[in-house]
């Protein structure tokens, strides 16, 4: 059992090439991802329902969906750029 486990974390790290970096960047493109499909939803009932208001626009909420997409390819580009595998 445990060795099974040192193998699955060893795959793991394998797929994010070793790298924090290139794991945070991943996670931040995922988030970004998410924050987008779900900013493209109308929430608005469901807000009125509960008395809420977010403050922001339903553009402003996908617009920093893509942002942060993009931003993790960004930087992981830049990770791998002068990286040495």
């Known amino acids: 059992m445990l060795l099974r486990l ?12 070793y790298s924090e970096t290139i794991f945070i960047a991943r996670l931040q493109s995922f988030i970004g991802l998410i924050v987008a499909t779900v900013g493209a ?5 469901v807000f009125n329902l509960l008395g809420m ?3 922001f626009s339903y553009k402003q909420t ?9 931003k993790g390819i960004v930087d992981e580009l830049a990770r791998r750029r002068n990286a040495t595998f």
């Open 41 to 45: 939803v109308d929430w608005s009932p």
């Open 6 to 17: 040192k193998l699955w974390w060893e795959e793991v790290k394998a797929f994010f090439k």
């Open 62 to 70: 996908i617009w920093l969906g893509i942002g942060l997409f993009f």
């Open 53 to 55: 208001d977010t403050g």
